[in-house]
């Protein structure tokens, strides 16, 4: 199973910088119950969120808050930057990671869940200007909690802020914002 998760990962991620290269390219690769890259892809960044949060009970969602902190106190803080700006940054924390490790971040994006076999993977997923490509972090909450009972609808917009770091599942290297905080509406 994690080289499962390994490959839909590695997956998504090619196929966000290959359809980038040309825009009459489709992507198709079928990843979980017969759903392309597209299907997750689309379907999580085109659910209406204001519409998703009128659902969720405020008081479910421990973790998620409107208080949402200021950048300053942030080492890299990618909600001040353009949407071309904000991918650039995040391909460079994926491809030099060691440059981020242990440094603070806050980023805005769209909420994106991977129920996993043995664990959930919870990410905010980053578009470029256009729209073609995405980008994904995951993070890992500051507290344990109930899925899907204390989380927002996928497609939620959300802000997100915690520690880069790194971390392997067999010989693979993921990349994950830990002691994570996760704010709604943002």
């Not at 996993?116 to 980053?126: D, F, K, Q, S, T």
């Amino acid at each position: 199973m994690k080289k499962t998760i390994c490959i839909i990962f590695a997956l998504l991620f090619v196929f966000s910088l290959a359809s980038c290269g040309n825009a009459g390219n489709t992507r198709s690769g079928t990843v979980q119950n017969g759903k392309s890259v597209d299907d997750i892809l689309s379907s999580a960044s085109s659910q209406d969120s204001t519409a998703a949060k009128a659902n969720v009970p405020v008081e479910k969602l421990r973790i998620f808050s409107k208080n949402i902190p200021d950048g300053k106190d942030f080492a890299v803080d990618l909600t001040t930057l353009n949407q071309t700006m904000v991918y650039t940054r995040v391909s460079d924390m994926v491809t030099n990671p060691k440059d981020y490790e242990g440094k603070s971040v806050k980023m805005k994006g769209t909420y994106a869940v991977y129920e996993g076999e043995a664990r959930n993977y919870y990410a905010c997923l980053i578009s470029d200007a256009t729209a073609c490509c995405s980008q994904g972090i995951e993070f890992l909450p500051k507290k344990k909690l109930s899925y899907p009972a204390d989380y927002p609808p996928e497609g939620t917009n959300i802000v997100v802020t915690g520690i880069f770091d790194t971390y392997y599942e067999g010989e693979d290297m993921f990349f994950q914002l830990k002691d994570a905080s996760v704010y709604y509406g943002g």
